[in-house]
């Protein structure tokens, strides 16, 4: 019994000139541009200053390897990036929507934004982290983290490209897979720490053309005060619904209450169910429920004596109209503060 098809096939193939050969079938694979891996690497350098421009790496992995004495920044948001083998080094990575690993690496100082953070054998690492996940270290010492602080005109896009909040950053929530009875593999940064000093702005004539600042009321990310130790007993938690200009007035109420003294500790972007908004904000949670639909929430937390009165007069003052949630007493802001963390912790799978 015949095929219809193949007949149809023979018969097409019959009907071709002889001179004319079959043309190779087109996938959309083949149409795709051919990678260099050599343009996505820096290996075996030297006492040099190097970098990436933004829009070069676009999205693809990225190795760094053998390198010492060196400066690499790369301005650009990328796929994963590995650093191994590296020696008194000082390193800038953009926005990685994977992880980033360092191996095997000594005497480093490094400034970096990343979804995962894993060290592993490396000895005196100092570096300045937004990771969105808790950042984990094994078999390493020595290694001293602080909160990314960096700017430059197209970073924000690129944290948006790579699929990273700047509210998400679990920097000083670290974990030693390889811990030592009576020892501490692992410190955070002074809070003076000037992140110049450590990664500084480069000199070469190309890199200069990104305008960097390492201003700390410029970062992209906010500087958050972490796991240190509370100066006060009394925090306030705020929590802003999604709509036009919620990152604007988050970065706005930030700027306001440490410009009054208050520190910023925490902050996380999530999305809410309601009986997640019932758990944290409890008899107000109907006020909030038609705003969940609108996307994720962006929570604040703020620590000072008076942190919540100081914080109800300035969202009353600024922020007029805007749909906010903000702890209503001292003795509430402690319950308020650990629901809705432990509700994120467990929503974004920390």
């Known amino acids: 019994m015949g095929c219809f098809f193949s007949k149809r096939r023979k018969a097409d193939k019959e009907s071709r000139p002889e001179n004319e050969e079959e043309r190779p079938k087109q996938y959309s694979w ?16 030297k006492d ?12 693809q992995q990225f190795l760094i390897q053998d390198c010492e004495n060196c400066n690499i920044y790369i301005f650009d948001h990328s796929a994963t990036i590995t650093i191994d083998d590296c020696t008194n080094c000082i390193i800038f990575l953009g926005p990685v929507k994977g ?13 970096l934004a990343c979804q995962q953070f894993r060290v592993r054998d490396c000895r005196k690492l100092e570096v300045f982290l937004c990771c969105a996940t808790q950042p984990i270290i094994e078999s390493s010492s020595n290694i ?11 970073l924000a896009f690129q944290f948006k490209d790579a699929g990273l909040s700047i509210f998400n950053n679990t ?6 897979f390889t811990p030592v009875s009576g020892e501490l593999n692992w410190s955070l940064l002074p809070e003076d720490a000037v992140v110049q000093d450590y990664v500084p702005i480069p000199t070469t004539e190309e890199l200069k053309a990104v305008r960097v600042s390492t201003e700390a009321n410029r970062s992209i990310v906010p500087i958050s005060r972490g796991q240190r130790q509370k100066s006060s007993d009394e925090s306030c938690l705020v929590v802003l619904f999604a709509g036009d200009y919620t990152i604007a ?3 706005k109420l930030i700027d306001e209450m440490v410009g009054k003294g208050f520190f910023l500790v ?31 929430v962006i929570a604040l937390e703020f620590n000072g004596d008076g942190a919540v009165e100081g914080c109800q007069l300035i969202v009353n003052e600024i922020f007029n109209g805007t749909k906010m949630f903000v702890s209503e007493s001292k003795e509430a802001a402690s319950g308020d503060v650990d629901s809705f963390y432990n509700f994120a912790d467990i929503q974004i799978g920390i």
Not at 101 to 111: E, M, Y
Not at 144 to 154: D, L, V
Not at 274 to 282: G, H, N, P, S
């Open 249 to 251: 007035n988050a970065r």
């Open 266 to 296: 925490q902050t996380k972007e999530a999305s809410m169910k309601a009986e997640d908004a019932q758990r944290v904000f409890r008899e107000k949670a109907p006020d909030f429920l038609p705003l969940l639909n609108k996307g994720p």
């Open 99 to 111: 992880s980033v690993f360092f191996r095997n690496c000594r005497d480093c100082k490094c400034t």
């Open 30 to 45: 083949d149409q795709r541009e051919k990678v260099d891996p050599k343009d996505y690497m820096f290996s075996g350098l």
């Open 144 to 154: 001293k983290f602080g909160c990314f602080q960096w700017y430059y005109p197209e």
């Open 171 to 176: 920097w000083s929530n670290i974990h030693d």
């Open 48 to 59: 040099e200053t190097v970098g990436r421009l933004p829009g070069t790496v676009a999205g």
